[in-house]
């Protein structure tokens, strides 16, 4: 049984900073590359950013260059995203899923910020 568990988020001031992590079991971790998106109410998911099955980010949205951070831990089949800077645009629920496998998928992890 295939099972993705983002943790990590909550409720944090602009400027301040979260690391979310994506645990996953029952499917080949390493043998993927790895995408956060993140999804606000009324909006289609955007993706936030992609990592290589070897650990090189492959890209990252306009809107995060510089204040996020993917990576990715082979050995404990985890992805993180290390988030800095948090803007009241970030606030969204984030997820964590197998790229080009829209049916490896977590169930989110929610991002508040706020003052």
């Not at 950013?49 to 995060?64: C, E, F, K, N, W």
């Not at 800077?85 to 969204?92: I, K, Q, S, V, Y």
């Not at 997820?95 to 080009?100: L, Q, T, V």
């Amino acid at each position: 049984q295939v099972q993705l568990v983002e943790s990590g988020g909550g409720l944090v001031q602009p400027g301040g900073s979260l690391t979310l992590s994506c645990a996953v079991a029952g499917f080949p971790f390493n043998s993927f590359a790895w995408d956060w998106h993140r999804q606000t109410p009324g909006k289609e998911p955007e993706l936030v950013a992609r990592i290589l099955t070897g650990g090189q980010p492959l890209t990252y949205a306009d809107s995060v260059k510089g204040r996020f951070t993917i990576s990715r831990d082979n050995d404990k089949r985890t992805c993180y995203l290390q988030m800095n800077n948090l803007t009241l645009e970030d606030t969204a629920v984030y997820f964590c899923g197998a790229s080009f496998r829209s049916d490896i998928r977590g169930q989110g992890t929610p991002v508040t910020v706020s003052s």
